[in-house]
C-alpha cells in the first residue's frame, strides 16, 4: 500500500522559511517522478515544483528563487525548501508520485504565511 505523508507546515511570517518533507513508503520511490502541489481557499490546485528520478527540477514561475525541490533516494524522501515565503504562499501543500499510470497523493500539510 502506497503512502505519501507530509510534515513541516506551519505558521511563519512573512519572509520567513519552512522546509516541508514527504516520507514515501510501499512504492519504488526511485523511479518516480516526485513533486509538491498546493492548493489555496477558493482556488484549483497547482503544481509548485517537480523532479525526476534522475534529479531534473521543474518549478512554477511564482516560487521560481525561493523554493527548492530536493529528494533522498535512499531514505525515500522528498523536500521542499521554501524561503522569503509571501501571503500568497499559504496553501495545503500536497506530495504527489507518478509513474507512468500511477499517481498518488499525500493528505497534505497547512503553510500559513502571515504576520
Known amino acids: 500500500q502506497v503512502q505519501l505523508v507530509e510534515s513541516g507546515g506551519g505558521l511563519v511570517q512573512p519572509g520567513g522559511s519552512l522546509r516541508l518533507s514527504c516520507a514515501a513508503s510501499g512504492m519504488r520511490f526511485s523511479i518516480y517522478v516526485m513533486g509538491w502541489y498546493r492548493q489555496a481557499p477558493g482556488k484549483q490546485r497547482e503544481l509548485v515544483a517537480t523532479?525526476?528520478?534522475?534529479?531534473?527540477?521543474n518549478s512554477a514561475d511564482s516560487v521560481k528563487g525561493r523554493f527548492t525541490i530536493s529528494r533522498d533516494n535512499a531514505k525515500k524522501m522528498v523536500i521542499l525548501q521554501m524561503n522569503s515565503l509571501k501571503p500568497e504562499d499559504t496553501a495545503v501543500y500536497y506530495c504527489n508520485a507518478k509513474f507512468m499510470s500511477n499517481e498518488y497523493w499525500g493528505q497534505g500539510t497547512q503553510v500559513t504565511v502571515s504576520s
Open positions: 523532479i525526476t528520478s534522475g534529479g531534473s527540477t
